[in-house]
């Protein structure tokens, strides 16, 4: 059993930075991703990292100015968010897959509470 917890979110002006965070317990080798949801939106793959941090994955949305971590040392993800906009408002989910990058919600096997995020103009 895994379980996430995020943390860092918060309301901040368009064209600021917050830092994501994703502790997680129990076995912890899992390729990680985050993924938003806005209101009255599906939730959506933002960011993904393999097991090792080698190899990372963006949506087209964020890429270029979000980027994604982790310290398998702290058994933590993080998410680098810069030059953010009014449409990255969302609650901000920390996922867990078993084999592959998570990209689609369907194949997520942990999933953390979620962290609001709201970007203002």
């Known amino acids: 059993q895994v379980q996430l917890v995020e943390s860092g979110g918060g309301l901040v002006q368009a064209g600021g930075s917050l830092r994501l965070s994703c502790a997680a317990s129990?076995?912890?080798?899992?390729?990680m991703g985050w993924f938003r949801q806005a209101p009255g939106k599906v939730r959506e793959f933002v960011a993904g990292?393999?097991?090792?941090?080698?190899?990372?994955l963006y949506s087209d949305s964020v890429k270029g100015r979000f980027t994604i971590s982790r310290d398998n040392a702290k058994n933590t993800v993080y998410l680098q968010m810069n030059s953010l906009k009014p449409e990255d408002t969302a609650v901000y989910y920390c996922?867990?897959?078993?084999?592959?990058?998570?990209?689609?919600?369907?194949?997520?096997?942990?999933w953390g509470q979620g962290t609001q995020v709201t970007v203002s103009t």
């Open positions: 996922a867990a897959d078993r084999n592959t990058i998570p990209r689609r919600t369907t194949t997520v096997l942990y």
């Open positions: 129990g076995r912890t080798l899992y390729p």
């Open positions: 990292i393999n097991w090792s941090g080698s190899t990372t």
